[in-house]
């Protein structure tokens, strides 16, 4: 956007992306104006009233995490004044299933941490062991690239199969909601690099203790206005306009407009002005995350997040996080399921009957 010079800003959108941009552009000087439409600021990730009356304590629209290497998410968080202590639940890296197996990063260096774990994973062979640490070592060497054609599935082809159930197809999913078959490996490379691989402390697990709402949406929302930004909810923008070297914005007139709404929010403000833009950002299509909530008074898992294990005879949810752990809110479970679009297309009944017999199944020991 330039240097700044007291310009008029519109950010459009109350996510949390457009929240960032709204505080940056504030710390530069600029006269922020925040629009979002719908009631509560924080997009996917934000907070939103539950049970009778809106009374009992909110719940997430979905179980979010953050990791380590989320450094400049952190930043921000901490720049608004976000208690980080008691906002996040921070500790090394697990992937362990409900028997209490599978993958423990310990603290240190980060290859070195990732060799111990895999060394002393309890359900391998050895050979199994040593063929992930020759092919991480191996990507290591190449700097973490590969051909852009590949799948993940088609790079972890040589990798044996129970690791590639554990771990490939688990970390896979979660971290692109999109399945091995389908992901794009050098996008999958690029994120073992930057979250697993790129220092101490990178790939520490960011559980929120607190609803979303204050981990960002709420103390970025008080920050801006306390700098002199104008927060604006329950408002859309209906029409985007050129006027001169600016924009006018449902008639109102800003130097600069900043886009952080969804795709077919941008599409629909831009088409009188950019179509192929329009469309192209129309084309995008997005694959949805389920959350199931569950209430199982009594019930304690062994730690914060459980790794399940997914797929059609198992069950649809890859992650169940114990909010005792977390909230404090004992018997409160949350299972995530990523790339949900064939459990949304089965309807919440199908969905939430399926998660419960999976839980059932892979947790009847707690």
């Excluded at 996510?15 to 922020?32: F, N, Q, S, Y």
């Excluded at 690791?163 to 996008?187: F, G, H, K, W, Y």
């Excluded at 929302?221 to 209906?238: F, I, P, Y």
């Amino acid at each position: 956007m330039g240097d700044s010079t007291n310009r008029r800003v519109a950010v459009v959108g109350g996510g949390w992306a457009g929240l960032a941009a709204a505080v940056e552009a504030t710390k530069g000087g600029d006269r922020v104006t925040l629009f979002e439409m719908a009631p509560t600021l924080g997009g996917r990730a934000r907070s939103i009233p539950v049970g009778p009356n809106a009374g009992h304590s909110p719940l997430d629209n979905g179980q979010h995490i953050l990791i380590g290497a989320y450094r400049q998410t952190l930043r921000l968080m901490a720049k608004v004044g976000a208690d980080m202590d008691a906002a996040l639940l921070r500790s090394p890296l697990t992937l362990v299933d409900g028997t209490g197996c599978g993958l423990r990063l310990p603290s240190g260096p980060a290859l070195q941490a990732f060799a111990r774990a895999v060394l002393s994973h309890g359900k391998w062979t050895l050979g199994e062991r040593m063929s992930l640490l020759w092919t991480a070592t191996r990507w290591a060497a190449t700097g973490f690239r590969c051909a852009d054609s590949l799948s993940v599935s088609e790079l972890c082809a040589g990798i044996p199969p129970p690791v590639q159930r554990d771990l490939i197809e688990p970390l896979c999913v979660a971290a692109l909601n999109t399945p091995a078959n389908q992901a794009s490996a050098s996008v999958f490379l690029r994120v073992l690099r930057d979250a697993m691989f790129a220092g101490a402390g990178s790939a520490d697990l960011l559980l929120p203790r607190r609803p979303l709402g204050e981990l960002l949406p709420e103390p970025a929302s008080r920050w801006l206005t306390q700098h002199g930004a104008q927060v604006l909810t329950s408002t859309r923008v209906m029409c985007l306009e050129p006027n001169g070297s600016g924009w006018l914005v449902d008639g109102d007139r800003f130097d600069a407009v900043v886009l952080c709404c969804t795709a077919g929010e941008a599409a629909r403000l831009v088409k009188d002005h950019d179509r192929p833009w329009a469309e192209r950002a129309a084309s995008l299509r997005y694959e949805p995350i389920v959350t199931v909530y569950a209430m199982s008074a009594g019930t304690r898992l062994p730690q914060a997040m459980t790794l399940l294990r997914s797929g059609e005879t198992d069950g649809p949810a890859q992650f169940v996080f114990d909010q005792g752990w977390l909230s404090g809110r004992s018997g409160l479970l949350s299972f995530v399921i990523s790339a949900a679009q064939p459990w949304v297309e089965a309807g919440s009944a199908v969905t939430s009957t399926a998660t419960f017999a999976q839980a059932q199944t892979q947790l009847r020991d707690h």
